[in-house]
């Protein structure tokens, strides 16, 4: 996962951005071959108006092509966090992209009419020292434009506040197997990452949460003639009873998870009380467990309760689904046993995903070997 942070060009503030402009002047020099000299100043004069005018849009004109393709292109999951991060900061008052893209837009068209005017004005300067002047208020001119506060300078602050956003979406490894931790707010699914993961799991911020995401690994080396594995365990934001149109950018991102990720489902359930009534009442997780569940019936999934350590009463355990692990980070009951049941959930997964790989081999050597008989002699 790396399209918001390595396909995007840099963007600066409108000074910067000049400054940076500025910097396509020292490729322009006086040409000797041109002998009068208002004719050299004059054509000096255009050719850096033109050198300076290229400095600035074609970075602009980069970015443009650029935040489509990275919108465009994206693997599925990155670009619906795209998608997330762009709708959370609507939410606070900030632009739509395609706002933000045509605030650029507007602003290379003004750059490059400045530019157009003051370089035709200077050709036809009628002295060296008026094209001079032309040159000196085509760069005043382009100058106000990007570091004035105007409107149209504002698109590039705008645009940064985006990129800086974007490049806080933590980095996953999107073609890896993926345990998802999903449940209600509360339930403990971030101390289950930690306790199962080989290493020290990431804590990472979303650009549109007040909650940290936990990413953890399970690492196994290859060992005689049985496959290594790698395996990336997720904790997800927490998902509240309720239907899609009323799910947060958190909510959909556990949804966009699951939805674009090769995944296979650990659901936590707490029956102890301890979560909250408001939004982790037993009725509440049950419920949303179930909705999951018919969401993605054909996933490797395991019901975990969490906090084993804590006395729950035997009619309350009896409401948790058919064979559930009962587990506790407190007292390490049933930890072994969870990792060694996120384990087979990784095989069962990866046969999952190869089935129809070898679905489809299947049916390409029965096609070839339909080809290969000699047809029957009609008589």
């Not at 959370?88 to 605030?103: C, D, F, H, I, S």
């Not at 073609?175 to 998802?180: D, R």
């Not at 301890?274 to 993605?296: D, I, N, P, T």
Request: aromatic residues 4%.
């Amino acid at each position: 996962m790396g399209a918001f942070r390595k396909g995007l060009p840099d963007i600066f503030v409108g000074k910067t951005h000049f400054k940076r402009g500025m910097r396509a002047l020292r490729g322009v020099s006086v040409d000797a071959n041109v002998k009068n000299q208002r004719d050299q100043t004059c054509k000096f004069a255009a050719t850096s108006i033109d050198a300076l005018m290229k400095g600035l849009t074609v970075p602009l004109s980069q970015s443009i092509k650029a935040y489509r393709a990275a919108f465009k292109h994206a693997h599925p999951f990155e670009a619906t966090v795209g998608d997330l991060v762009v709708r959370a900061r609507v939410k606070q008052g900030e632009p739509e992209l395609a706002e933000l893209l045509l605030g650029l837009k507007g602003l290379r068209a003004e750059t490059s009419r400045l530019a157009k005017q003051h370089a035709a004005a200077a050709k036809k300067a009628t002295s060296s020292s008026e094209a001079e002047v032309i040159l000196e208020e085509a760069v005043a001119a382009l100058r106000a434009l990007y570091e004035g506060g105007e409107s149209l300078s504002t698109a590039l602050d705008d645009m940064l506040g985006l990129q800086k956003a974007l490049r806080r979406i933590p980095v996953l490894e999107l073609h890896t197997l993926s345990a998802v931790l999903v449940g209600t707010p509360n339930v403990g699914k971030s101390s289950l990452v930690r306790a199962v993961s080989t290493g020290l799991p990431e804590v990472n911020d979303y650009p549109f949460t007040t909650r940290s995401v936990t990413i953890g690994h399970i690492v196994e080396p290859p060992e005689g003639l049985q496959e290594g594995l790698r395996l990336q365990i997720m904790d997800t934001p927490g998902l509240l009873d309720r239907g899609e149109e009323l799910r947060n950018e958190m909510e959909k991102l556990t949804f966009a998870s699951l939805a674009h990720l090769p995944t296979a489902v650990v659901f936590v359930l707490d029956p102890s009380g301890l979560s909250g009534e408001q939004h982790s009442s037993l009725e509440q997780q049950l419920s949303v467990r179930a909705a999951l569940r018919a969401r993605f019936p054909s996933r490797p999934w395991l019901d975990v309760v969490s906090k084993a350590d804590l006395h729950v009463p035997q009619e309350t355990l009896a409401r948790m689904p058919p064979g559930f692990l009962h587990v506790s980070v407190v007292s390490g009951h049933g930890m072994q046993e969870l990792g060694a049941a996120v384990r087979r959930l990784a095989a069962d997964l990866k046969v999952a995903l190869e089935a129809p790989l070898r679905r489809d081999r299947a049916a390409a050597e029965k096609r070839a070997a339909g080809s290969a008989v000699e047809p029957e002699a009609v008589p």
